[in-house]
């Protein structure tokens, strides 16, 4: 090598670090947002007749695990970029709350931290049941009695989204939680739309996840700091 190349080198080398210098500005967090939809037709769902406490649940209603917007937009889907290594999420001071009114469970989705409880509302005059049915996380299964307005859970511990029902207005309420254990979880809005924030720079896995649809997993990258989008197309279950 002679004494140019080795100049040569030299500058490279220099200017090398100064990009290297100048990239954790560049690489500012970006984020992902998008759209999901129903593909195809959606499934049949019948009105629910109540059988039992009319006078708060009504006579009949139409089920809510499957809200669609207008241009078929999936409510209530659940948008989870996997193994991020950002910002942890926080475990909120107060207790989410996940309420019982008018025999519905509101949110019909809720995205819980790792190590968060949450309290359980009863707003009804009547006696409500929560059970939910997790594989890793504690099981909870108590009735609800109006003298009994909130019950605190236990933490959860470990990601998974849990089925949750009332036995005693079974088929009629029904919930799930998303126990989450970094931000980059999102749940869908009435137009099947959702924003992540705040992710650092890289190649990640997606999992789109609705209760009666079929789950996919996709790849996104994100870069520079930009906004990526995501819109995706969810099947029935078959
Ligand atoms: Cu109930």
């Known amino acids: ?30 984020s992902l947002s998008g759209e999901i ?13 109540v059988t039992k406490d009319q006078e708060v649940c009504g006579k009949d209603r139409m089920p809510e695990t499957l809200l669609l917007s207008k241009s078929k937009g999936v409510a209530n889907a659940v948008v989870i970029i996997k193994d991020v290594k950002g910002k942890k999420l926080d475990v909120p001071a107060k207790n989410l709350e996940f309420t019982q009114k008018e025999c519905r ?20 005059p009547i006696t409500h049941n929560i059970h939910t ?37 079974r088929g009629l309420m029904s919930a799930w939680f998303v126990v989450a254990d970094n931000p ?7 137009d099947g ?14 999992e789109i996840w609705h209760e009666l649809l079929m789950k996919q997993t996709k790849e996104i990258t994100i870069k ?15």
């Open 133 to 169: 049915f997790p594989i890793e996380n504690a099981p909870i299964n108590k009735a609800q009695p109006k003298s009994l307005p909130k019950i605190t859970s236990p933490k959860f511990e470990v990601p998974e989204i849990i089925k949750v029902q009332c036995d005693i207005h």
């Open 105 to 124: 469970f509101v949110p019909h989705v809720l995205t819980i931290p790792v190590g968060a409880a949450i309290d359980i509302l009863n707003k009804d």
């Open 184 to 190: 980059y979880t999102a749940v869908t809005d009435a």
């Open 1 to 30: 090598m002679n004494r140019n190349m080795k100049r040569a080198g030299f500058v490279v080398g220099a200017f090398g670090s100064f990009i290297l210098g100048v990239v954790p500005v560049l690489a500012a967090e970006g």
């Open 193 to 206: 739309r959702f924003k992540i924030a705040a992710i650092p720079d890289g190649t990640y896995k997606v």
């Open 224 to 238: 520079g700091g930009q906004e990526a989008k995501l819109d995706v197309a969810l099947e029935a279950k078959k």
């Open 37 to 49: 939809k129903l593909s195809g037709s959606a499934p049949e769902l019948k009105k629910i007749e």
